[in-house]
Every structure is written in C-alpha cells, then in structure tokens.
C-alpha cells in the first residue's frame, strides 16, 4: 500500500459558516497541505473574514499562514451576505481569542505566488469566495499557471441566482476578476449553487455531527444561525463541495463545458453561462459537476468532520 503524496493547497475564502466548514475539513484532511488561507471580503468584511479565520485556525490548534485578501471587487461596491451568514459571518460560538497571526502587508496574490514558487510539485488553489485575489494573482504572475495543478471553485449557478436573477454570490459580487479566471487557461473545475442545494445535510445527520467532540459541538451551532437551510429541511453544503472534488469526486457527475462570465449586461452583470448545449460555439474551459449522489456526499461530510475532531 502506497501512502499518498501531500498536495500544498492554497485556500481563498470569505468566512462564512459555510466557509468555515470547508476550511476545517481542509485541515483535518490526511492528503491536503494547506499551506496558505487569504481571507477575502465577500460575506461579510475582509476585517471579518480575517478575524473568522484566525478564530478558526486558533480553535483547530492550527497557525497555517493567514494573509490578508482584497476588501472590495476589482471596479465594484461590495455587496455582502451578512443577511445569510450574520452580522460577524460567524455567529453562534463562543470561539477563544484569537491568537493565530495575519499578515495584513503582503498582497494575497503576492502571498500566492510566493506559495506556488516555494513548491516543487503542482499546487491546488481553491476558491471558494469572490475571485478577485486569484484573478489578480493571475495576471500578475501568468508564469506561475503553469505550476498549478487544478483550480476548484464554488460558485457560479447553472440556472437562476441567489445574488441577481442570473448571478450566484461568488462569481456576481466580482464579475470582472471571474471573467479573467476562466479565460485564464487553468485548469478548472465547477460546483455550482444548484449541486450545493442538492448536497444537504439532512435533520439526522446533523445530530450525529453534533456529537463528534468539540468541532462537531461547533459545527452545529454554527448552523443554527444558518440561514442556507434549517436543521428541520436539511443544510445545503455550499463551499465543502470544493473539497469533495478534490478528495471524493466520485460523488459527481461532471461535464467539460464552456463557462462565460457576462460583465456588461445591465441586469445580468455576473450571470455564470454554463453552455451544456454548445450553443455559444467555444471549447471547453472547465469541468462543471452539475449532479451529486448526495447519500454519498453526506457519508463523506460526516467522515470528514470527524477527521478534524483528531487536530
């Protein structure tokens, strides 16, 4: 038996409870080297999301490097989802003081590139809040694509929104900084809202994570300030579906596509195109799950929640 190989992982994110979920799972991981997390503003204030990350990290014993990301769009107002995640993005637990430093100099693209270099095997960025840090990242550093194994996201809707009619929170909030990303060449691959939906967490489920020692406590008050689902419906996973691509993609169904980001349209700034019909005539830039066996997913979330109650 063959032990398998670390992968140095870069995490963009704007926690979130949903976030937070995603992160830990990352962490508590036995394949996943997360070397770098950049906090970005999206669910709330990059001030926000920084200060969930150190509290975060500081509960799970961690002190993974932590640098600060973007605090608006690229040419756009911020539009936050405290009304979804809270007034602090992360209400509900009493977290210990934070004592897991961020660096607040080093640009995160900066921080990126830095990480990518140190590297000598490909490193896996995932994005799993606007995309204005990668975006800047890549056209800063165009040499470095080359050294990224995969770019897995969260975002973008295979039909109607939750940020515009069109548009999901992730690729809307920064239509420009998405366009440049999936022009970018790199590898990419999709789990839009939709998958999210279909991945919930149902009311037993969430008793048995409740269960699982002090991360499971977290866990579950966490999300009984959730507005992404309730504890009686079932809780849509949204950001923990970038990591099940990663470490079970078996629980997808994926389908090479040409995905557009519209930028222009007046009332459709940040509509995700997820041409599944070729009705726009390109080849394909990213792989996009559009289904999920969502018993398996929820096998796995729960394995993967108990592995973070052994950091």
């Known amino acids: ?38 906090p970005i503003a999206g669910n709330v204030s990059v001030e926000k999301t920084m200060l969930n990350t150190r509290l975060l990290l500081t509960f799970l ?36 003081k934070a004592k897991v430093p961020v660096d607040t100099m080093t640009p995160a693209a900066v921080a990126m590139h830095e990480t990518v270099v140190a590297n000598q095997q490909p490193v896996t960025l995932i994005g799993i809040g606007p995309l204005t840090d990668i975006a800047l990242f890549i056209h800063q550093y165009p040499g470095d ?49 939709e998958v999210g939906r279909q991945a919930k967490i149902l009311p037993d489920t969430s008793e048995k994570i409740k269960h699982i020692g002090k991360v499971g406590d977290m866990f579950y008050a966490l999300f009984s300030k959730y507005r992404g689902g309730s504890f009686k419906t079932g809780l849509n996973m949204y950001d923990a579906l970038a990591m099940a691509m990663i470490l079970d993609p078996s629980c997808f169904t994926e389908v090479e596509t040409h995905v557009a980001i519209e930028t222009r349209g007046e009332l459709t700034a940040g509509a995700s195109l997820i041409d599944l019909k070729g009705y726009l005539g390109k080849s394909a830039n990213a792989s996009v799950a559009v289904d999920v ?19």
């Open 61 to 96: 014993g961690q002190s993974t490097r932590i640098v600060q990301g973007s605090r608006k769009p690229l040419l756009r107002p911020l539009k936050d989802a405290s009304g979804v995640h809270g007034k602090t993005g992360m209400d509900g637990y009493p977290f210990p």
């Open 1 to 38: 038996m063959t032990n398998k190989v670390l992968e140095p992982t870069i995490i963009s994110t704007d926690p979130g409870i949903d976030d937070a979920v995603a992160i830990a799972i990352a962490l508590g991981d036995p394949v996943m080297d997360v070397q770098l997390i950049c």
């Open 145 to 193: 694509l080359k050294k990224i194994k995969q770019l897995v996201l969260m975002g973008g809707a295979l039909g109607r929104g939750n940020l515009g009619v069109l548009s999901e929170f992730n690729f809307g909030t920064d239509p420009e900084a998405a366009k440049i990303v999936f022009n970018s060449g790199l590898p990419i691959r999709v789990a839009p809202m």
């Open 293 to 311: 066996d969502s018993k398996r997913f929820e096998s796995w979330f729960v394995d993967a929640i108990s592995r973070t109650a052994n950091l």
